[in-house]
């Protein structure tokens, strides 16, 4: 819906969700969803209005007060602070890819100088919309802003995981894609499926992983010349 009323254009997708470009550009745009999300007792955590209110969330106007859909229900996890502050969970559960949506990209990351990232609908062209992932259940240790970066040159599955993708769903994890279908992904590695430790979890590195081939083969890039 947002593509279609803005000339193809993708949501802003900015590292650490920030609006893009920064304030105070005249142009400046919120992106998706904003907030950082983590094991503490910050107010991000539980604040939907960075999930809807278009102040800060550009796709707010397309989904109303309906902030619940960007929480799984089998994703309500809560640290042992948070308990005990009275939360049963986290305000969402979702990232969206990287390499969709125009914004800046975190240039930490080893794969950078490779990376690409889709702006419009019309840059899928390998591997397509119907191919190509756009929403994902996180890892709830691995959740922070609203990105989830993996490499499309990880298709032999040997690289790191950025960020670990959800597996709450009995080792399988919810996946939407850029043509508007979504499935259940079933995961295979055991370091793919990680227990929950309520402590923060990123740049886990593997060799032979089936499931980080998976993501980098469904995960946008440039067309050849791009």
Known sequence: ???????????INSDVSNPYPPPPAPNSTPSW????????????????????KPTYSLLGPYVGTSYGIFACPAAQFASPPQRAAGWAGRCRSVSMDGAMGDGAKYDGLPYYSTFFWAKK???LILPGPA???LIIDEHPDSMDDGILYT?????DGTGD?????????????GVGFA????????WFNPETIHPITYTYVVNVPVSGNVDLAWLAQHTPRGAPGQ
Do not use: K
């Open 121 to 123: 609908m019309g840059d």
């Open 161 to 173: 995981f950025n960020e670990l993708p959800g597996s709450q769903h009995g080792g399988n994890c």
């Open 33 to 52: 969803i904003f907030g950082w999300l983590d094991w503490t007792t910050s107010q991000d955590n539980t604040n939907t209005a960075y999930l809807v």
């Open 1 to 11: 819906m947002y593509t279609h009323d803005n000339a193809d254009r993708l949501a």
């Open 179 to 186: 043509d508007g279908h979504a499935i259940i992904q079933r």
């Open 131 to 133: 191919n190509s992932w």
């Open 151 to 155: 490499s499309w040159t990880y298709s």
